[in-house]
């Protein structure tokens, strides 16, 4: 079955650019989507189609996709965007997850 | 605005049916292309994918748990429901639905992402 990787923690500094890689076999050929996870609240979509952010995500959030990595950039990262980020690709139909990457703002 | 609301049992014992619906408020369910999803997440662990229903009917489920799962949609009360058999203390989590939209891209690609989701409930398996 098909897998997606990600590193289980980042650190950045306030104001710092984080950015937060997802890996997969061929990912590139895939549209990757990102959600934001903090404890207690549902998922929040921030990217989707690779780098499409939702309306009420702020620019901040940026993303790419080629080969088999996808990455989450996050500019002048700020306290509030200290949260679990997965990404997510279909593949054949199912859906797939990252384990999820625990972004620390320090 | 579109609303998705879990609801069902809290607790289940061990080798029995876990049974959840999610109803889909200021919309109609069967409208919009969307495909309706389920997603778990146990305590301290990450996002995992159960299924997906589309309102023709048309299922997809993660392999790994497709043996015991079923999802099916009903359009009269605008639900959608999960069933996960043979349930162990390994399927405690808590439970989202969630809605897939999506658009063609250039090349005329469907492609999809979660753009709604609801607040999730807690299932506990024990006796």
């Known amino acids: 079955s098909y897998e997606l990787t990600q590193p289980p923690s980042v650190s950045v500094s306030p104001g710092q650019t984080a950015s937060i890689t997802c890996s997969g076999d061929?990912?590139?050929?895939?549209?990757a989507s990102w959600y934001q996870k903090k404890p207690g609240q549902s998922p929040v979509l921030v990217l989707y189609?690779?780098?499409k952010r939702p309306s009420g995500i702020p620019e901040r959030f940026s993303g790419s996709n080629s080969g088999n990595t996808a990455t989450l950039t996050i500019s002048g990262t700020q306290a509030m965007d200290e949260a679990d980020y997965y990404c997510?690709?279909?593949?054949?139909?199912?859906?797939?997850f990252g384990g999820g990457t625990k972004l620390t703002v320090l | 605005q579109v609303q998705l609301q879990e609801s069902g049992p809290g607790l289940v014992k061990p080798s029995q049916t876990l049974s959840l619906t999610c109803t889909v408020s200021?919309?109609?369910?069967?409208?919009?292309?969307?495909?309706w999803s389920w997603i778990r997440q146990p305590a301290g662990k990450g996002l995992e994918w159960i299924g997906r229903?589309?309102?023709?009917?048309?299922?997809n489920y993660n392999p790994s748990l497709k043996s015991r799962v079923s999802i099916s949609v009903d359009m009269s009360k605008n639900q959608f429901s999960l069933k996960l058999s043979s349930v162990t203390a390994a399927d405690t989590a808590v439970y989202y639905c969630?809605?897939?939209?999506?658009?063609?891209?250039?090349?005329?690609?469907?492609?999809?992402?979660?753009?709604?989701w609801g607040r999730g409930t807690l299932v506990t398996v024990s006796s």
């Open positions: 969630a809605r897939a939209g999506g658009d063609y891209d250039s090349s005329g690609y469907y492609y999809r992402y979660f753009d709604l």
């Open positions: 200021g919309g109609s369910i069967s409208s919009g292309g969307y495909y």
């Open positions: 229903i589309y309102t023709r009917g048309n299922t």
């Open positions: 061929k990912l590139g050929d895939k549209y």
């Open positions: 189609k690779d780098t």
């Open positions: 997510q690709a279909w593949d054949n139909s199912l859906g797939v």
